[in-house]
């Protein structure tokens, strides 16, 4: 063959070669080095709060919790998840504060988080990470991090600079409507009496294949008080009346389903379906031992809220496949990483016997 | 005069291009979701069985090649590039077995629940163990990173011996038969 004909050839094979690296760079995500991925997500996280090898990168203080679900199966009716048959299950969990701070001094205004894990027979699991905000400020995976780089602490002030914090809600109303609700929120005295709301909407399915809009929420059943000041001096002042408030007697919520009507938003954390929505009482969680993170199952599990049995599947709602997006990746970062001690110790949980 | 024994078996052609699709999709799906949020879980709910249903077929094949023997090269192969080919080979039925392997085992590590399809489940391989996880996690990329250059190394030595060797290579794995020598 001449060189008139095989340099052509070569030249094809070249190009044939090339398309298919520069498909895999171009899905890898390496030729749009702008556009929003877990890693730089986690790396924004990382940048705002510094890294603290070993922790979360958000609710980074925490402890375990253990306990179990007692369903009464009245969920059967809309979920045919194994979870929602009458009879117990066992449960892990985690109570934990918002920040990527792991020592930060407990806040009550902080956000508070409840993980949970209802493990099922047959390798099945349900997890759900909750937080006690009844709406979610952020409609879209972009506006909580579009927040969270306006929140970064100004190195000279030690706090967020206004002038980024006032332009990002002046782009996000949906925002600024979310916190008025929030400021008329009474703030639980502990976590103990807190409610927890599962943040997304999800969607249940039945044996008979209907499929249902749902939200869920747990409510405590330790009586509501207000918060006081009394105990702040005590940097984890709300970790360490959980500890004592389990020690006393099992801690118990009731499992609630909201259900959707056709129409209720499911792709819009911010906006509160109507308050008449039916509310199912589907069984009673019980967590009656606290154990510190160096000891705690729940330390090393990714409390992602796409984990989910037969029976629940997401909703359409944005912000979870990047929350399970995102929590994967931190998850991948700490398991890699040294443990550090946690702010509340073995030694701590110990202490309150 | 046809000689069957210059084209791979039926069998071992349809494996072949059936898998190439699969594990090239599978590649490309697992780039795409680590660097995804808004797609990430339905790239994940279709990687986790399409990587154990490599496995299977990886088995299979591997079987298949037992009863059904490739042919021998074509006399258009240096020993070098005999040696070459057999090594890529192995790497690549290497990688559909350890790829899949790896990627049960860090998730049996991580305790998370392996969904195939609804409630069918794969029970873990390994125990709870977060350097496990990270170890594993770290070598599924590079094996892929890996299954990937291979794959283009593969591509290119093939396309080269058919367009420029001239040797009819690709005919060896059409998937339709070829009633002549070359």
């Known amino acids: ?353 | 005069m046809p000689t069957p024994r210059a084209q791979f078996p039926l069998v071992s052609r349809l494996l072949h291009w059936t898998m190439a699709v699969m594990i090239l999709s599978m590649l490309g799906i697992g780039v795409a979701m680590v660097a995804s949020l808004a797609d990430y879980h339905v790239l994940v709910s279709i990687h986790r069985p399409l990587g154990i249903a490599i496995l299977i077929l990886a088995a299979v094949r591997f079987v298949n090649r037992r009863f059904n023997p490739p042919p021998p090269f074509p006399a258009t192969m240096s020993p070098l590039e005999r040696r070459l080919a057999t090594a890529s080979e192995l790497a690549m039925y290497g990688l559909m077995f350890l790829l899949p392997l790896v990627g049960w085992g860090m998730l049996s590590a991580a305790r998370y629940p392996i969904v195939l399809y609804g409630s069918l489940h794969l029970p873990f391989i390994l125990p709870h163990s977060p350097a496990l996880y990270a170890a594993l996690r770290r070598a599924h990329t590079m094996l892929a990173y890996l299954f990937f250059v291979t794959f283009l190394a593969h591509v290119g030595a093939i396309l080269f011996h058919t367009l420029i060797v001239r040797d009819g290579m690709l005919k060896r794995m059409a998937p339709w038969s070829i009633r002549r020598e070359w």
Do not use: C
Not at chain 1, 178 to 204: C, E, H, M, W
Not at chain 1, 248 to 258: A, D, E, K, N, Q
């Open chain 1, 1 to 353: 063959m001449t060189p008139s004909r095989t340099l052509p050839r070569l030249a094809l094979i070249g190009v044939v070669l090339a398309v298919a690296a520069g498909g895999f760079a171009y899905l890898g995500g390496w030729l749009t080095p702008h556009e929003l991925t877990p890693a730089r997500f986690v790396d924004t996280f990382q940048r705002v709060n510094g890294v603290h090898a070993g922790f979360r990168r958000n609710h980074a203080k925490g402890l375990g919790v253990a306990g179990l679900f007692e369903s009464n199966g009245q969920g059967l009716r809309y979920s045919k998840a194994v979870v929602f048959q009458p009879g117990r299950v066992p449960v892990i969990g985690r109570f934990s504060l918002s920040g990527g701070q792991p020592h930060v001094a407990d806040d009550g205004g902080a956000v508070r988080g409840l993980g949970l894990q209802f493990s099922l027979p047959d390798g099945e699991a349900w997890r759900t990470a909750m937080i006690n905000l009844p709406v979610f400020p952020f409609r879209t995976p972009e506006a909580f991090y579009e927040n969270l780089v306006a929140s970064k602490p100004d190195p000279k002030t030690g706090k967020p600079d206004p002038a980024a914090m006032k332009a990002f809600l002046d782009r996000h109303p949906e925002t600024v409507e979310v916190l008025s609700i929030l400021k008329r929120q009474p703030v639980a005295s502990g976590f103990d009496n807190t409610t927890f709301y599962g943040l997304n909407a999800f969607r249940v399915i039945n044996s008979a294949g209907e499929s249902t809009p749902v939200r869920w929420l747990l409510t405590p059943m330790q009586p509501a008080e207000a918060s006081s000041d009394a105990s702040r001096a005590d940097r984890n002042y709300l970790f360490d009346a959980l500890i004592a408030q389990v020690r006393r007697h099992p801690l118990r919520w009731h499992l609630v389903l909201i259900i959707g009507q056709p129409g209720d938003p499911t792709r819009d954390a911010t906006i509160a379906w109507p308050a008449d929505r039916e509310r199912v009482d589907v069984g009673t969680l019980t967590l009656d031992r606290v154990e510190a993170e160096e000891t705690s199952a729940a330390t090393d599990l990714n409390f992602d809220p796409l984990v989910l049995p037969a029976g629940i599947a997401p909703s359409d709602d944005p912000l979870l496949s990047a929350r399970s997006a995102v929590y994967s990746r931190s998850f991948t970062r700490r398991e890699g990483e040294a443990k550090q001690p946690s702010a509340i110790t073995a030694a701590d949980v110990r202490k309150a016997e």
